[in-house]
C-alpha cells in the first residue's frame, strides 16, 4: 500500500530539478515575446461552473472534462480549454471596451483522454487572446507570435498549417446535409479517412460542382498558389471570402517577413466548433501532435453577452519540450553548482559568505556538517547532485578550502579574500 502512494495516476507525472527549471525558463522566453507584443497577463481559476466549457459552447466534449461538485450541489470542472475561460472574464471585466484587449496566459488545462492515446490529462499551455479586432493584421499579428515564441525557445524547424474553416462550412451550408450526415462527414476529414468522404459524397443528391469540392479536398493544401486552385472549383461566395482572408494573412506575414514559415491546408478542421474564421497548427520534429492550435472565434464572447470577434492560440508546453529534447536542443538553465559546507563554529562566517555569493547573484547551497558524515560523503553527495564546487570551512573559519570535483583539484584562500 505505502510504495502504491508513490505513483500518480494515469495522465500526470512528476517534473523535478533541471527538467523542472528548463521547463520555467522556456515558459519565460515565451511569456516575454508575448509581452514584446503589448499582451498583458490574466489568470483565471482552476475549475470552473461546468456550463462554461458545455458542449454548446464548443469546447471540449462532456466525457472529457473532469466534473465534481461543490457543497452547494454545483456541477464544476477541472478547466479543459483556456478559450472559454478568458471569454466569460473579459465579458465580465471589459463589457463596455470597444477597442482591442490583448491577454496572454500561463495556465494548465485538465483533458480526461482515454490512457491509450499516450496524452497528459493535466497539461501546461500558454498562449493569447486578442479580443475586438477582425482584421487580417490581427490573424497575421497571431501568427507572427506563434513563430517568434517558437523562435524564442532555440525551435528553426517547424511549420504552420494554415486553415479557413469558412471555406469548409461554406460548401457543407450550400450541400443542405443533414445533421447526422454532416457529423459522419466531419468525423472522416477530421480523420483523413477519404476513401469513406468519397462513399458519402457520392451517395448524395447534390451538385456535381459540390462533389468535386468535397473530394478535392485532400489535394488543397500546401503553398498559396495551390489554394488558388480552390477558386476554380466553387462559385460558393463564403468559400472564395475564405480564400481571400488568407491571402490578406498571406500578405501581411511577407511585411513581417515570416510567411515562409506558413503553408495552406483548406481542409483543415478542429475539434473545437468555436472556430469561425482562420485556424491554425504547428508542427516540429520529435513529437507526433501539433505543439501549437489556434484560431479565430468571432461568436463565442457573444454566448457570454459581448458582441467582440477574437483571434488566439495555445502552445502545449509539454508538446513542445520534448521537440526540443528530442532535437538536441540545448536550453540554458541557471542551475546551482556549488555548495558551501561549514563547521557549527564558523556558521556567522559562512553565512557572511553565502550572502555574499547571493547578492552578486550566484546560487550556493549552505550546509552545516554534520558529526557523524566526512568531507568524503558530502563531496560523494555534491556530485550525485551536480554540485561540483564544494567550499568547506572549518572550525576556525578563517580559510576556504575549495574543491572541483569536476577537476578533481584542491584550493584554499583566505575568507578576507573572497569578501573583497
Given at each position: ?216 479536398l485532400p489535394e488543397l493544401f500546401g503553398s498559396l498558389d495551390q489554394i488558388r486552385i480552390a477558386r476554380e472549383l466553387t462559385s460558393n461566395p463564403r468559400a472564395l471570402k475564405a480564400i481571400k482572408r488568407l491571402e490578406e494573412v498571406n500578405s501581411i506575414l511577407e511585411s513581417y517577413g515570416l ?50 470577434p477574437a483571434v488566439g492560440f495555445g502552445i502545449s508546453v509539454d508538446e513542445l519540450l520534448l521537440a526540443l529534447s528530442r532535437q538536441k536542443i540545448i536550453t540554458e538553465v541557471p542551475m546551482v553548482n556549488t555548495m558551501i559546507l561549514y563547521e557549527e563554529a564558523s556558521r556567522e562566517q559562512a ?70
Amino acid at each position: 500500500m505505502a510504495r502504491k502512494l508513490l505513483h500518480t495516476p494515469d495522465g500526470v507525472r512528476d517534473i523535478y530539478g533541471v527538467e523542472c527549471t528548463r521547463k520555467r525558463v522556456i515558459q519565460e522566453k515565451i511569456l516575454k515575446v508575448f509581452h514584446l507584443y503589448g499582451y498583458q497577463d490574466i489568470e483565471t481559476p482552476t475549475f470552473e461552473f461546468f456550463d462554461i466549457f458545455n458542449e454548446s459552447r464548443g469546447s471540449v466534449p462532456s466525457k472529457e472534462m473532469f466534473k465534481f461538485f461543490d457543497r452547494d450541489n454545483h456541477t464544476l470542472v477541472l478547466r479543459p480549454d483556456e478559450t472559454p475561460a478568458i471569454a466569460r472574464c473579459v465579458t465580465k471585466y471589459f463589457m463596455e471596451e470597444e477597442l482591442p484587449i490583448r491577454l496572454c496566459y500561463l495556465e494548465r488545462t485538465f483533458i480526461n483522454n482515454t490512457s491509450y492515446q499516450g496524452r497528459l490529462k493535466e497539461a501546461s499551455q500558454t498562449g493569447v487572446e486578442l479580443i475586438g479586432d477582425d482584421s487580417a493584421d490581427a490573424d497575421a499579428e497571431i501568427l507572427s507570435m506563434v513563430i517568434h515564441a517558437l523562435k524564442s525557445t532555440g525551435l528553426t524547424e517547424f511549420q504552420i498549417e494554415l486553415g479557413e474553416i469558412d471555406f469548409f462550412k461554406g460548401i457543407l451550408e450550400e450541400a443542405a446535409m443533414d445533421e447526422e450526415t454532416e457529423e459522419k462527414l466531419l468525423e472522416l476529414i477530421q480523420n483523413k479517412n477519404y476513401f469513406g468522404v468519397e462513399e458519402l459524397v457520392m451517395a448524395e443528391s447534390i451538385s456535381d460542382e459540390l462533389k468535386n469540392v468535397f473530394l478535392k479536398l485532400p489535394e488543397l493544401f500546401g503553398s498559396l498558389d495551390q489554394i488558388r486552385i480552390a477558386r476554380e472549383l466553387t462559385s460558393n461566395p463564403r468559400a472564395l471570402k475564405a480564400i481571400k482572408r488568407l491571402e490578406e494573412v498571406n500578405s501581411i506575414l511577407e511585411s513581417y517577413g515570416l510567411a515562409e514559415y506558413v503553408s495552406y491546408d483548406l481542409g483543415m478542421l478542429s475539434q473545437y466548433q468555436y472556430y469561425t474564421g482562420i485556424i491554425f497548427k504547428a508542427y516540429t520534429y520529435g513529437t507526433g501532435d501539433y505543439i501549437v492550435n489556434g484560431g479565430r472565434y468571432d461568436q463565442l464572447l457573444t454566448q457570454f453577452g459581448k458582441d467582440a470577434p477574437a483571434v488566439g492560440f495555445g502552445i502545449s508546453v509539454d508538446e513542445l519540450l520534448l521537440a526540443l529534447s528530442r532535437q538536441k536542443i540545448i536550453t540554458e538553465v541557471p542551475m546551482v553548482n556549488t555548495m558551501i559546507l561549514y563547521e557549527e563554529a564558523s556558521r556567522e562566517q559562512a553565512i557572511t559568505l553565502a550572502d555574499h555569493f547571493r547578492n552578486t547573484g550566484m546560487a550556493v547551497q549552505l550546509h552545516l556538517k554534520a558529526d557523524t558524515k566526512t568531507i568524503e560523503e558530502y563531496e560523494t553527495y555534491a556530485a550525485r547532485h551536480e554540485l561540483y564546487n564544494m567550499l568547506y570551512l572549518d572550525e576556525a573559519g578563517y580559510s576556504v578550502k575549495i574543491r572541483n570535483l569536476m577537476m578533481d583539484h584542491t584550493d584554499e584562500i583566505p575568507l578576507s579574500e573572497y569578501l573583497k
